[in-house]
């Protein structure tokens, strides 16, 4: 059975020339699925225990009119704030009518914390910055794992700089609520519909609850377990199209089961979506070792992509 590869990072926060084999490991493992396991991510763990908490205990405990103050009203135009229980869904199947799960994002670039919830706040501004380093890392990594132009990818993103562009990198914390009796959630109901990140790479941090699953390049669907103080690294749908394909995006849902363990409790998760500005134009990077093939692609900014995907996860409704 698949599995799906863990890389160890050790060595990423050493200087670049220390990196030794972990361009190696990186480009042996991530094609595989477009999904890794990152031990030794340098993220402090208390940290990542810390924003799940606070969340838990300060954020998502705000009282209803104060979410109703934050929430996020324009899909085009507001990325930051709360998305209510069954008001998104993440894909157009007919099949899945429901997701069990509440939401709050802060867009990096123009970040927006409720007043009311300032434990959660000051830890989430922490942690933000700890996955931008990481971030950065990473895509060095990636550019050399892929042998193409390093400022190409780290340029593609310039709200570091305060360039005023417009970005969707996105910091989401998720909620998904117990359901003690299946009954009282419609049929069809699940915690995360089945899709692929719309982005470059996400960094994603699980609580210990399980549920999450990823699909396989043979189409088998295999449990995403959670790895004590690991991240999990998920290829989005830019990175597969900058790669041709070499590194494609995976399929993955988070299962809403009458399994006592799984949906008789609170799951929470934290995770880091990251894009180029929307002005970008979404096309493959030119051919090198790695990246071979032909794929077919259709000419969009990263913006207009985006706002596809939002006008179709039916989302606030
Ligand atoms: O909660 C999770 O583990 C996955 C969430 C997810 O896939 C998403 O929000 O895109
Ligand atoms: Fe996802």
Redesign the pocket.
């Known amino acids: 059975m698949s599995k799906i590869p863990t890389i160890d990072l050790s060595r990423l926060h050493e200087s670049e020339s220390d990196w030794g084999d972990l361009v190696q490991d990186f480009r042996n493992t991530m094609p595989e699925m477009g999904v890794v396991y990152l031990l030794n991510h340098g993220i402090d763990l208390e940290l990542l225990d810390r924003v799940l908490k606070t969340s838990e205990g300060n954020l998502f405990n705000l009282p209803k009119e104060v979410k109703k103050a934050y929430a996020k009203t324009n899909a085009l135009k507001d990325f930051s704030g709360f998305t209510g229980r069954g008001e998104e869904i993440?894909n157009d199947d007919p099949a899945t009518t429901y997701e069990v799960?509440e939401?709050y994002d802060v867009n990096v670039a123009t970040p927006k914390f409720p007043a009311e919830a300032p434990e959660f706040t000051s830890s989430a501004q922490e942690l933000l910055e700890a996955f931008e380093d990481l971030k950065t890392k990473v895509f060095k990594l990636l550019a050399k794992a892929l042998e193409v132009d390093e400022d190409f990818i780290l340029n593609s993103s310039t709200y570091l700089e305060g360039s005023g562009s417009p970005n969707f990198t996105l910091f989401?914390v998720?909620k998904?609520p117990k359901v003690p009796d299946v009954r009282d959630v419609p049929k069809g109901a699940i915690?995360?519909a089945e899709?692929c990140?719309w982005d470059v790479l996400?960094f994603?941090y699980?609580d210990s609850t399980g549920?999450?699953q990823v699909k396989t390049k043979e189409g088998e669907w295999i449990d995403?377990e959670p790895v004590p103080n690991s991240i999990?690294l998920?290829a989005g749908e830019i990175l597969e199209v900058w790669t041709r394909g070499y590194i494609p995006a995976v399929k993955?849902?988070?299962l809403l089961t009458e399994e006592e363990t799984l949906s008789k409790k609170d799951?929470y998760?934290l995770?880091f979506?990251t894009f180029p500005d929307d002005s970008f134009v979404m096309e493959p990077m030119a051919k090198t070792a790695m990246i071979t093939n032909d794929y077919e692609y259709i000419s969009i900014t990263v913006g207009e992509h985006v706002a596809a995907h939002v006008a179709n996860s039916r989302a606030y409704a």
Request: net charge positive; aromatic share 8%; charged share 25%.
């Open positions: 993440l799960k939401c989401r998720l998904y915690r995360c899709h990140d996400t994603l699980q549920g999450l995403a999990l998920n993955h849902k988070v799951r998760s995770a979506f």
